[in-house]
């Protein structure tokens, strides 16, 4: 029997924070980001957590709804269970499948724990060597060419080193070719978001012309066969986000050649342990990662830095300045070091302030373990 008082030690916060600007992809537009956090205590120390599901089950099948009845139910038990132990807990919450972006907040903000009682930063926890991460940019669909056109302009001017935009059936070549005559040199790839399906290996084709870094996610969010029968017909190197839901996944699709590079993202792979067995076999098979982002806060920004400071992590992230989503975030600002690098936070485990008035301020809703 869990006394009440235990059932405080751990508890999600749902927030809502507006975008500086709506981020709209193949799937949809956003407008505000909703995230849940998680917030751990043990005697005197914190530890956060961001679980980046979205209210729709549209960038894969979890939703916020999803992710808190997991949490209440069975995820936040188990952490208690495992005394609010990391690797316990990132051992024992395989058992339960999916609800990876549910576990993936938990692990974090267990890990962020450890690192604070240790007097660690998470990098260091890791085995992460960067000290600054190379910082890309994801542009949505915007209304008009133009407009994108300008967004691109602005973003190359702060010196992100380069720039992913995302595509769509009918924002493709048409687009393209307008940003490679305005910008015939900037490095550029594009995210489809599964957007696209096997009819459309010609199109898919056609964009070789654009010299583009990457092509992200072109085909079905499961899929990891046909994204290795696309890359035999495509100059663009491939990278895979969606589909890499575990490091087995990785593995599968490296003996199936399905990609040139890899999106991680902590949440759509479930945790710590998941990211750092990917790592290690990314690191022994030489394989080009690049750290993704769900529009996180301030506090799931923070973890990617920590992650994307490992080995494999040769590639510019989806890991922007703060002022490039919001105005007023939780944590105090992320800015570039130097043009286009942000520093990964140095103090224990995430090694960011929280400013929990502003959680509070933010607050839509507060639950703890049933
Ligand atoms: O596919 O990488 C994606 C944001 C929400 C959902 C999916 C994706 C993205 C991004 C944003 O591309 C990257 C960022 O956080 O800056
Ligand atoms: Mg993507």
Request: proline share 5%; net charge neutral; glycine share 8%.
């Amino acid at each position: 029997m869990l006394l009440q008082t235990d059932k405080k030690k751990i508890e999600g916060i749902i927030i809502s924070l507006p975008l500086v600007h709506p981020f709209k992809t193949s799937f949809g537009e956003e407008w505000e980001k909703k995230a849940i956090i998680i917030r751990v205590k043990k005697g005197d120390f914190v530890g956060w957590g961001e679980v980046v599901a979205s209210q729709y089950p549209l960038y894969n099948e979890e939703t916020i709804s999803s992710a808190v009845s997991a949490l209440k139910e069975f995820i936040f038990p188990l952490a208690m269970e495992c005394d609010f132990k990391p690797e316990c807990f990132d051992r024992e919450v395989s058992i339960f499948k999916g609800n990876r972006m549910a576990k993936a907040g938990v692990s974090l903000a267990l890990w962020d724990l450890k690192g604070k009682m240790e007097g660690k930063s998470l990098s260091s926890l890791y085995g992460g060597r960067r000290k600054r991460i190379p910082a890309g940019v994801s542009i949505g669909i915007q209304k008009t060419v133009d407009s994108l056109l300008k967004r691109i302009s602005s973003f190359w001017e702060e010196g992100y080193l380069r720039i992913k935009l995302k595509i769509a059936p009918g924002w493709e070549v048409q687009v393209l070719e307008k940003v490679r005559e305005t910008f015939p040199h900037v490095p550029i790839g594009v995210d489809a978001n599964s957007a696209f399906t096997l009819d459309d290996f010609d199109l898919l084709a056609s964009l070789d012309k654009f010299d583009l870094l990457f092509m992200e996610q072109p085909l079905y969010n499961d899929d990891l066969y046909f994204h290795s029968r696309l890359k035999k017909k495509i100059k663009s190197p491939i990278a895979l986000d969606e589909s890499i839901t575990s490091a087995r996944k990785l593995e599968e699709a490296f003996l199936m050649d399905s990609f040139s590079v890899i999106n991680i993202k902590v949440g759509r792979m479930g945790g710590v342990r998941e990211v750092l067995r990917a790592a290690s076999f990314g690191k022994k098979h030489g394989i080009p990662f690049f750290c993704g982002g769900m529009l996180e806060t301030g506090i799931g920004r923070a973890h990617n830095l920590h992650i994307a400071s490992l080995p494999p992590f040769v590639l510019p992230a989806d890991i922007s300045q703060t002022s490039r989503y919001y105005s007023e975030d939780i944590t105090p600002e992320f800015k570039f070091s130097s043009p286009g690098y942000i520093n990964v936070p140095r103090g224990d485990g995430i090694g960011v302030e929280v400013f929990e008035d502003r959680v509070e301020k933010k607050s839509i809703l507060r639950f703890f373990p049933e």
